[in-house]
């Protein structure tokens, strides 16, 4: 039997992330032209093009972040499902705040995912700190991120209610 590369389980963890962002992104390119384009936003709305290159480095950050939690505790155990079930709850809030606000255009029920994930963020960040430091330094950035996201949902959300 084959064993893989010592390389493979890093990079498989650092790709995680990014599916769920791969997906979304299909609805995303679909509504940024059309009904998001037609929303009021703040003048500290950064431009559509950054984005992408921001996820990107936040999914590979994260995703290296959760392979270190992994690697220290010895693999998926007993030890690993608190640290990294939150991780995977994470994960999930922030895969379905795509479907919910471009998707279904619910800029409510998104502010709402995005607190959720937020709190499961810092809830992630905060288990992997006496895990591992380094990793949980690496959910800082997205951290700060999901702090502009919520503001910038809020903002649309508030200036956009009457909108159908």
């Known amino acids: 039997m084959e064993v893989l590369p010592a390389w493979a389980p890093a990079v498989g ?3 995680l992330p990014h599916a769920g962002g791969f997906l979304g992104s299909n609805i995303t390119k679909k509504e940024i032209p059309g009904w998001y384009g037609t929303l ?9 093009w950054a984005f992408a290159p921001v996820w990107g480095t936040l999914y ?4 290296y972040g959760s392979y270190l939690v992994w690697k220290e505790l010895g693999g998926f155990n007993e030890k690993s499902v608190v640290p990294l079930g939150l991780y ?4 999930a809030l922030n895969w379905a705040w795509t479907p919910v606000f471009f998707g279904a255009h619910k800029m409510g029920w998104g502010l709402v995912t995005l607190l959720l ?9 905060a288990s992997w ?7 949980a330094y690496l959910m ?3 951290l700060a991120w999901l702090s502009l996201a919520s ?3 809020y903002r649309i959300w508030k200036d956009n209610r009457n909108e159908k």
């Open 140 to 142: 800082v950035p997205y």
């Open 13 to 15: 963890f650092m790709l």
């Open 129 to 135: 700190y006496n895990i591992n430091k380094t990793a």
């Open 40 to 48: 009021q936003k703040p003048s500290w709305c950064p431009p559509n």
């Open 60 to 63: 590979t950050s994260m995703g």
């Open 88 to 91: 995977a709850a994470n994960l």
């Open 117 to 125: 994930t937020t709190g499961t963020a810092t809830a992630t960040t």
């Open 151 to 153: 503001a910038l949902n």
